[in-house]
C-alpha cells in the first residue's frame, strides 16, 4: 500500500552537532517530496522541499537529498540547534493525486545542550 | 506564521454528534487540503478543494464533508462522530493545487 517511512523514530544529537533524517518512501513514480517539522501544539511547518528531476537542494542550514534509485530522501540539519527539536516528516506527492500528500510517521529529533 | 488559521482551537463532542470545523486559507490561495493526524502519526489526507470543488479525496467514509467558499476559506464537516476520530485535524493551504502547503495550527478533536 501507499507508505512513506522513516527509518528512526528518535534521533537525539548534540548542540552544534549535524543531524540527519531519512525517509524511504515506497512510490517510484512519486515526483514531490517535502520534509515538514512540527512542535508539539502546532501545525506542520514546511522547511524544505524537492522535486524529481533534482537529487540535492540547500536552504538555510538544511540540505535535503533524493536518492531515486533506493528511494531514499534525506534532511540534513547543520549545526543543530535546541529550537530544532520537533517531529520530522517527510512527505510525498504522486503525479494523478495532486495535492494528496502522503505523510510518513515521523522522527523526533531531540537536540541535548 | 503561514497566515492560515483554524476553528476552533479544541472542540469535545459526544458520540453520534456532528461538528464543523473552519479554516480561513493564506491570502491568494485557491486550494485547501484536509489532513487527520492521530496521536503518535502522520498526517492522513481527507480531502482536497479547488475554486469550491473538490479535487481529489483519502480514505475516509461519506460523514466527512467538507465546502470551499468563494473567498476560498473552507469548512470540514464530520457526521456521526465515533470515537476513533479524536485527532488533530489540520487545514493547509496552497497557491494551487500542486504547490507547496501550508498548514494551520489544527483543530484538536475529542469525541467521548
Known amino acids: 500500500g501507499e507508505s512513506v517511512g522513516l527509518h528512526l523514530p528518535t534521533l537525539s544529537v548534540q548542540e552544534g552537532d549535524n543531524s540527519i533524517i531519512n525517509c524511504a518512501y515506497s512510490?517510484?513514480?512519486?515526483?514531490?517530496f517535502i520534509w515538514y517539522k512540527q512542535e508539539s501544539g502546532k501545525g506542520p511547518q514546511f522547511i524544505i522541499d524537492i522535486r524529481s528531476n533534482m537529487d540535492k537542494r540547500q536552504g538555510q542550514r538544511v540540505t535535503v537529498l533524493l536518492n531515486k534509485t533506493v528511494k531514499h530522501l534525506s534532511l540534513q540539519i547543520a549545526a543543530t540547534q535546541p529550537g530544532d527539536s520537533a517531529v520530522y516528516f517527510c512527505a510525498e506527492n504522486t503525479p494523478g493525486n495532486t495535492g494528496k500528500l502522503i505523510f510518513g510517521q515521523g522522527t523526533t529529533l531531540q537536540v541535548k545542550p | 506564521e503561514t497566515g492560515v488559521t483554524q476553528s476552533p482551537t479544541h472542540l469535545i463532542k459526544t458520540r453520534g454528534q456532528q461538528v464543523t470545523l473552519r479554516c480561513s486559507s493564506q491570502s491568494g490561495h485557491n486550494t485547501v487540503s484536509w489532513y487527520q493526524q492521530a496521536l503518535g502519526q502522520g498526517p492522513q489526507f481527507i480531502f482536497q478543494y479547488y475554486r469550491e470543488e473538490e479535487n481529489g479525496r483519502g480514505n475516509f467514509p461519506p460523514r466527512f464533508s467538507g465546502l470551499q467558499f468563494p473567498n476560498y476559506s473552507s469548512e470540514l464537516n464530520v457526521n456521526a462522530l465515533e470515537l476513533d476520530d479524536s485527532a488533530l485535524y489540520l487545514c493547509a493551504s496552497s497557491l494551487t493545487m500542486a504547490d507547496t502547503q501550508y498548514f494551520g495550527p489544527g483543530t484538536r478533536l475529542t469525541v467521548l
Open positions: 512510490n517510484s513514480a512519486s515526483d514531490y
